[in-house]
């Protein structure tokens, strides 16, 4: 595992290096904006295919070849340079909970008034409705109006962070599948039980539960999973198509006996 760590931060740096990352892509021409993108594009791939082999070479060495196949990686990565700027907003504590106390007695407002302005206007008269009573063509109507506005000035508690993100790997995906034990059924004689298709009854033995989350564990620690960055391993145990492996199998048996 500790090789395969140092495996991949030896790439990342070469990568990193090889595509010029030590300016921000955005300040580029388009056209070599798009240099950077494509040769970024292609060193993922190659990261993604180099990784990828190191891992399967493990797994295989565990499982055998016949029983992993297949591995499914896929490296987000970012090699442009940016600052982030996040601002945070929380209330306003005007009294603390007092200490020993069995309830909370604390204060806490959403934010706090400095200053304020009212302003009442109101209006009053007669007037003209055009649309009185059938037959009346306007009916005069007397109103009287008031309103009241109200301007605050409030304090929010906030806070704002700069964060200078580098270069790096922005999520990680690991895919795999591996197969379980098949095994010969066999009879009290200890010779192979034949099915009702004429052919050798196997039985199907599946990873064990904790065999498989061990197994997560140990790609988990391989790549340097990262739960904050939305890292995925997805280990799963599937019985592969052996139709033609176990045709073969039984016709060499067979034959085996007949000849005896």
């Known amino acids: 595992m500790k090789h395969l760590k140092k495996f991949i931060s030896y790439c990342i740096v070469s990568m990193l290096a090889l595509a010029g ?3 921000n892509p955005g300040h580029l021409a388009e056209r070599d904006h798009l240099d950077f993108f494509g040769q970024e594009t292609t060193l993922t791939r190659e990261l ?5 082999s190191e891992l399967l070479a493990v797994l295989q060495n565990i499982y055998t070849e016949d029983r992993v196949r297949n591995l499914n990686i896929r490296i987000e990565l970012d090699m442009s340079r940016k600052t982030i700027v996040t601002t945070e907003y929380f209330p306003v504590i005007i009294k603390q909970k007092t200490p020993g106390l069995a309830y909370d007695d604390s204060i806490i407002k959403d934010s ?10 109101s209006f009053e008269g007669s007037g003209l409705n055009p649309e009185g009573p059938e037959g009346i063509s306007n009916v005069d109507m007397y109103g009287k109006t008031t309103q009241k506005v ?6 929010v508690n906030s806070r704002v962070t700069e964060e200078e993100r580098i270069p790096g790997i922005v999520r990680i995906t690991v895919s795999v599948n591996i197969d ?3 095994k010969i059924r066999l009879d009290e004689t200890q010779n192979p ?3 009702e298709f004429g052919g050798i009854e196997r039985v199907y033995i599946p990873i064990s539960a904790e065999d498989m989350h061990q197994l997560q564990i140990f790609i988990q620690n391989a ?18 198509d052996r139709t033609i492996q176990f045709a073969k199998e039984d016709a060499e048996y067979f034959n085996r006996n007949t000849q005896r």
Not at 114 to 121: A, D, G, N, Q, V
Not at 230 to 235: F, L, R
């Open 180 to 182: 379980g034990i098949w």
């Open 223 to 240: 790549i340097g999973y990262n739960a904050a960055r939305g890292d995925s391993v997805s280990v799963h145990n599937i019985p592969f």
């Open 48 to 52: 993604e295919a180099r990784l990828g």
């Open 150 to 155: 109200r301007e605050e000035n409030s304090n």
């Open 21 to 23: 990352c030590a300016g």
């Open 112 to 121: 706090i008034v400095l200053s304020f302005k009212e302003y009442i206007t």
């Open 193 to 195: 039980v034949i099915n």
